[in-house]
């Protein structure tokens, strides 16, 4: 059984940083990229990042280029987003999920197979 455990998410003020984790079990995970999105109060849920399996190759949507950093760790099963110099539009609940093919990296939702039940991220002002 799959199971995604995020993990790291808080209270925090305006420039602020955080790193969320993502623990991954029941999978072989270097054979799947991964993903992490967010859905904010009353919004749909959206794209933040996403990294191949490998880790070589990386995807972020517009909002967070240079401020949030996702990479991975294959020998800890885990990914993680370093979110830096935080606003208060970051503010959301957090998800990570996985993709079963390794190879690049996909911004659908659709797309993913697998989502952990999220964690809360709140930057005040």
């Known amino acids: 059984q799959v199971q995604l455990v995020e993990s790291g998410g808080g209270l925090v003020q305006t420039g602020d940083s955080l790193r969320l984790s993502c623990a991954a079990s029941?999978?072989?995970?270097?054979?799947?990229?991964m993903g992490w999105f967010r859905q904010a109060p009353g919004k749909e849920r959206e794209f933040v990042a996403a990294i191949s399996g490998s880790g070589r190759s990386t995807y972020y949507t517009d909002s967070v280029k240079g401020r949030f950093t996702i990479s991975r760790d294959n020998a800890k099963n885990t990914v993680y987003l370093q979110m830096n110099s935080l606003k208060p539009e970051d503010t959301a609940v957090y998800y990570c999920a996985a993709d079963r093919r390794a190879f690049g990296t996909r911004f659908q939702q659709d797309e993913y197979d697998f989502w952990g039940q999220g964690t809360q991220v709140t930057v005040s002002s």
């Open positions: 029941g999978l072989t995970f270097t054979l799947y990229a």
